[in-house]
């Protein structure tokens, strides 16, 4: 047996005497050291001191693994000097010390049986950030369920990672859910979610579908269910204007149907429209109109200066129409002077007389003596069907 002092030996030699006298005391015998003079019928030991304190055995983790500490007995104490905590031998032989937790060092690991009580009306269950527990099925089995019963799942900061609630038994299967929040934005419901739910004039609206098939604004409906904006995807065609085919699909045709909002020109046939409505291909106007496929303007200048009769044959003058001017042989020309014509001369009638060189002929008559055609300018129309 080894003792230390730091007291003066000659006290020490007076007091060991009383020492080995108080290891013969019987088994049901008390022993105090320090403090008042008064035992406590409950100890069998008392250490009593204002600023001391009882100093266990020091030991490692390898220590508390091996023997004779590995089969020590049940309700040793012994401080690690690893983790710098306290640990207990629960049970007697080859058994596993315990960890006795301080309130800082508690992990699932450390952790034996917690037991809550049944907590107060209106008691949250508050899960802070960066504080975890991992439940998984080597911990609670599978049959196991968490319940609450009229309560509230609150967060008191932002949280990462994922939380999953299962609302049993609140829907159909296949049908899609609608959750009941209150005032403080908690869950106290759910249900299948309906086509009715969404009451005109409210706050309630659809907005996006993901993130890969819309941009933020893509789609958007107010409570009344009206569309605010929509984003079409897959429809690269600039200024194509939609609409629905045969099965009801919004749809577009390239160069076929396609609005210009610079210039504000719709191109029907035309990918490039040059005027307000610029058709490439026949139309009609009006419900007894005739299909037509396009109607040209331009001029000419002709010249005429040999004098005619009302007696002499009609005045017949070729004109070459300009360049870009596509004529067909069965073309209707519709030809007016810009000036008036000489008087007692006018226009009898106009036609195609050469298609592939642009030529129409203008026919002129006189009902005076020795007048001129002269030169003119006409503006010619030409209407194709």
């Not at 098939?213 to 600039?238: C, E, L, N, Y």
């Not at 007048?371 to 503006?379: F, I, P, R, Y």
Request: charged share 15%.
């Amino acid at each position: 047996m080894h003792i230390f002092y730091k007291t003066n030996p000659r006290i020490f030699s007076r007091l060991l005497p009383l020492m080995l006298t108080l290891f013969a005391l019987p088994a049901a015998a008390q022993i105090k050291f320090g403090g008042p003079p008064v035992l406590r019928n409950d100890a069998i030991l008392e250490l009593g001191s204002g600023k001391k304190g009882l100093l266990l055995p020091r030991v490692n983790n390898a220590a508390i693994a091996s023997h004779p500490l590995d089969t020590a007995a049940a309700g040793m104490l012994v401080f690690n000097t690893n983790d710098q905590s306290l640990y207990i031998k629960k049970f007697d032989a080859l058994t596993p010390w315990t960890r006795i937790n301080d309130g800082n060092n508690l992990s699932l690991n450390s952790l034996t049986d917690v037991n809550i009580g049944a907590p107060a009306a209106n008691q949250l269950i508050r899960f802070q950030a960066g504080k975890w527990s991992n439940w998984t099925p080597d911990f609670i089995s599978t049959s196991q369920l968490l319940t609450f019963t009229g309560g509230d799942v609150e967060g008191t900061t932002a949280l990462t990672g994922n939380i999953v609630l299962n609302l049993k038994n609140s829907v159909a299967a296949g049908s899609f859910p609608k959750l009941t929040y209150n005032a403080k934005g908690l869950i106290t419901g759910g249900g299948p979610l309906l086509a009715a739910d969404i009451t005109g004039g409210s706050n309630n609206y659809i907005q996006n579908q993901t993130a890969a098939a819309q941009t933020s604004a893509g789609f958007r409906i107010d409570g009344a269910g009206t569309v605010k904006s929509m984003t079409v995807t897959d429809m690269t065609v600039d200024g194509g204007v939609v609409f629905t085919n045969a099965t009801g699909t919004v749809a577009q045709k390239a160069a076929q149907l396609v609005w210009d909002n610079a210039s504000n020109e719709l191109g029907v046939g035309t990918a490039t429209p040059g005027a307000k409505l610029d058709v490439n291909g026949d139309f009609k106007l009006g419900t007894n109109g005739t299909p037509l496929v396009g109607i040209q303007k331009t001029s000419v200048s002709v010249t005429d200066i040999t004098p005619f009769s009302w007696s002499d044959a009609p005045r017949q003058v070729v004109a070459t129409l300009p360049t870009g001017i596509v004529l067909k042989s069965n073309d209707n020309i519709i030809v007016n002077p810009r000036t008036n014509l000489t008087a007692r001369v006018g226009i009898a009638w106009s036609r195609v007389t050469n298609a592939g060189a642009r030529q129409i002929t203008v026919c002129f008559n006189n009902t005076g003596n020795d007048a001129t055609v002269g030169t003119v300018v006409l503006d010619v129309t030409i209407i194709q069907n």
